[in-house]
């Protein structure tokens, strides 16, 4: 088993649904939670950071951590074109030592049709 | 400083010939990281410099991969004797402190095409 499992899709929504990511892990040290968006050939950009369990909203993203489920998720309202990419999730243990960067998910292929 | 720059973007290049990466970070970031991204996966974790010193090195860096941050600033990343299966985007990363305080920025990208 994977440290951390991301459906790799596609995920083929109309443009203005709500798009639902989510990922699972197994290590439980995993404390820093991000998620990261990817354009064809391009470097990942960091869209969300949470720590620990909870909620983080930030314009059309909402980012939710279940620490307990080991599940995170990433909501995106009002779906444009604009957010066809591929959604990565990344998390960290950081212990305060040691490299501690961060373990990606797959990545999910969002596809949002105009 | 805009952002983490890598240099060049794009590499092809014969079996069996030594390519060499640049990446120079956020400047006031003092960690630094490569990855490397093939198609369909997320990135992976090759290597971490805190300033000059190495710190972590992959198991998935093998010995024909060497890295080098020599003044703490830019870095290089050099594979010799490329194989096929180095084919992949080589990311570098930096930020300031450890990654979970969310300023973990990656560059462009190098594309490597070995043929």
């Known amino acids: 088993q994977k440290e951390v499992e991301q459906d790799p899709g596609p995920l083929s929504v109309p443009e203005g649904a709500i798009v639902s990511l989510n990922c699972t892990y197994s290590?439980?040290?995993?404390?820093?939670f991000m998620w990261y968006r990817q354009y064809s050939r391009k470097g990942p950009e960091l869209l969300m950071y949470?720590?620990?369990?909870g909620n983080k909203e930030d314009g059309r993203f909402t980012a939710q951590v279940d620490k307990s489920s080991k599940y995170i998720s990433l909501f995106i309202r009002d779906s444009q074109p604009s957010d066809s990419a591929t959604y990565l999730c990344?998390?960290?243990?950081?212990?305060?030592?040691?490299?501690?960067?961060?373990?990606f998910g797959k990545g999910t292929h969002l596809i949002i049709q105009p | 400083d805009t952002g983490v720059s890598q240099d060049p973007r794009h590499k092809i290049t014969k079996r069996g010939q030594n390519v060499t990466f640049r990446c120079d970070p956020i400047?006031?970031?003092?960690?630094l990281y490569w990855y490397r991204q093939t198609l369909g996966q997320g990135p992976e974790f090759l290597t971490y410099?805190?300033?000059?010193?190495?710190?972590?090195k992959s198991r998935l860096l093998s010995d024909r991969f060497s890295a080098e941050r020599p003044k703490g600033s830019f870095s290089t990343l050099e594979i010799q004797r490329t194989e096929q299966g180095d084919s992949a985007m080589y990311l570098c990363?930096?930020?300031?402190?450890?990654?979970?305080?969310?300023?973990?920025?990656f560059g462009p990208g190098t594309r490597l095409t070995v043929t």
């Open positions: 290590n439980s040290a995993f404390q820093y």
């Open positions: 990363a930096s930020s300031l402190g450890h990654p979970g305080q969310g300023s973990f920025d």
């Open positions: 400047s006031e970031h003092n960690r």
């Open positions: 410099f805190q300033n000059e010193a190495q710190l972590e």
């Open positions: 949470t720590y620990s369990s």
């Open positions: 990344a998390m960290s243990a950081w212990s305060g030592g040691g490299a501690d960067g961060l373990t």
